[in-house]
């Protein structure tokens, strides 16, 4: 178990919804990030919160958006869902701003399936 | 802009076989960080190491040893002795602390497949 949590595990939607995927970072840990991970695409970094300010935005669609709570957690709100959304999406966190110094810990993952 | 590259789509090898996953990077900061990930087939990402541009001793750990050589811009993974566990898809990854830009977090490589025959 790494620390990080991240639910659900898999979900399957239609093209078209709205599906919302929950992160809770390792604890003591103030920063938040979210990645995809495509066939296509490969793994792409989304977008960073630390302690509840958006810090960083990478490949992220309009179509998706993110926040971070007071308690840390933090969700990834993915929007009128096309098929080309279906990937892994994961969540990590790190223990400081400098986050590349000290590294990520990344969840399990959630697998989305668009159908 | 930062870049990984893995030429290394698959690998396979027959257990107890000596393997090394090539990572290749381009950057154009002087202070970055280098990583590598494994993936198993059950999904989750696992940390392996962390090695930062001012770093270039090789480390070893256990059967697992890493050769980053800043003149070639390399950072390859080798396992030694080989064993069906270590099958997964691993990742190397850049990031730049000072690129500024507004976009961060880790660049991944496309991975390497790596098939431990028994």
């Not at chain 2, 257990?15 to 900061?29: A, G, I, M, N, Q």
């Not at chain 2, 256990?62 to 800043?70: A, L, P, T």
Request: hydrophobic content about 30%; overall charge negative.
């Amino acid at each position: 178990d790494s620390g990080v949590t991240q639910t659900p595990k898999h979900l399957i939607t239609a093209t078209g919804q709205r599906v919302t995927l929950r992160c809770s970072p390792r604890s003591g840990d103030l920063s938040v990030y979210w990645y995809q991970q495509s066939l296509d695409q490969g793994l792409q970094f989304l977008i960073q919160y630390y302690n509840g300010e958006e810090r960083a935005k990478g490949n992220i669609l309009e179509r998706f958006s993110a926040q971070q709570f007071p308690d840390l957690h933090s969700e990834l709100n993915l929007s009128s869902l096309e098929l080309g959304d279906s990937a892994l999406y994961f969540c990590a966190s790190s223990a400081a701003h400098d986050r590349h110094a000290y590294g990520y810990t990344f969840g399990s993952g959630t697998r989305l399936t668009v159908v | 802009a930062q870049k990984v590259t893995q030429a290394q789509t698959e690998i396979s090898v027959v257990e107890k076989e000596d393997v090394t996953l090539d990572c290749v990077y381009e950057t154009r900061d002087t202070t970055y960080y280098l990583f590598w990930y494994k993936q198993p087939p059950s999904g989750e990402l696992v940390f392996l190491i962390r090695r930062n541009s001012f770093d270039e001793q090789n480390e070893i750990s256990g059967r697992y040893s890493w050769n980053f050589q800043k003149s070639t811009s390399s950072f390859n993974f080798t396992i030694t002795a080989s064993q069906v566990v270590d099958s997964a898809v691993y990742f190397c990854a850049l990031s730049e602390p000072y690129s500024g830009g507004g976009a961060d977090g880790l660049t991944f490589g496309k991975g390497t497949h790596l098939i431990i025959q028994p």
